[in-house]
């Protein structure tokens, strides 16, 4: 399980500005951290780069075995825009950018936040390919991509996960889904709660009631089961939340519980 930082240090629903109760989210990250999550999920549009810069001056110097994943190519000219900007010297900038706000010489996991219809992408990929031959990113991710997609960057560069929106509620990335099972590509499920969707579900709510637990723990515990490739990033910023979330990754579904889901 990992955690989605997106909403730890904004202010309001348009992921906007820095966290309105500092103190508070600061327990929140080094709480995430003694439950045992090992892998944070951030971008440098949360903010914009508030999240980045909030993580840094939290927690480092960062524990060893913890992986920050971020990403780039998404522009926040106001609160309510999130523009693609894929051209390469804008992603070497955002890449430049991200690294200095996280304290860090290379990134583990840097993502192309979306594709830009108006820039090719295989240029885009390509700027980040040129970047991990640098030493400036380990491993080279995508967000928001097809299948077609996803084969055309691999041809470009190896590529180490996938971040679709995805829950029980929406699969409409189930295709993408299967191809990184095939190819053994981590998928990183945004929304993975479905913005509280799935946990409207009749199926869900009625299994957490006998099950004697909080709706989202079956939502999170389904994805967990539904592909060995599944890597939940649930976002909030509660730590009451957090904790409930984060069980989910012992919560068993009986079979004939997970079929019914299915």
């Not at 440098?44 to 980045?52: I, L, Q, R, V």
């Not at 006998?210 to 910023?237: E, F, N």
């Amino acid at each position: 399980m990992g955690f989605g930082a997106m909403r730890v240090t904004t202010d309001g629903s348009d992921i906007w500005g820095p966290p309105a109760d500092p103190r508070t989210a600061k327990l929140l990250l080094h709480r995430a951290l003694e439950l045992g999550i090992n892998f944070f999920d951030t971008a440098d549009s949360y903010g914009p780069h508030a999240s980045e810069s909030f993580i840094a001056e939290t927690l480092y110097p960062y524990p060893e075995g913890l992986v920050i994943g971020t990403k780039g190519g998404v522009v926040r000219p106001s609160r309510r825009r999130w523009d693609p900007d894929g051209r390469p010297e804008h992603l070497r900038r955002a890449l430049d950018g991200s690294l200095k706000r996280l304290k860090l010489e290379r990134i583990d996991l840097y993502q192309l936040h979306a594709p830009d219809p108006q820039v090719p992408f295989a240029d885009s990929v390509g700027a980040l390919a040129e970047a991990q031959r640098a030493g400036k990113i380990r491993h080279v991710g995508l967000s928001n991509v097809s299948v077609k997609q996803l084969e055309a960057a691999r041809r470009i560069a190896p590529i180490a996960s996938v971040q679709n929106q995805y829950n029980l509620e929406n699969r409409k990335s189930e295709d993408v889904l299967k191809a990184c099972e095939r190819l053994g590509v981590a998928f990183i499920p945004w929304y993975p709660l479905g913005d509280g969707a799935a946990l409207r579900s009749r199926g869900v709510k009625g299994l957490a009631g006998r099950l004697g637990v909080p709706p989202a723990q079956v939502a999170l515990a389904w994805l967990l089961a539904h592909s060995p490739v599944m890597l939940p990033i649930p976002g909030t910023a509660s730590i009451a939340h957090l904790e409930e979330n984060t069980a989910a990754a012992t919560l068993r579904i009986p079979p004939e519980d997970l079929a019914a889901l299915n």
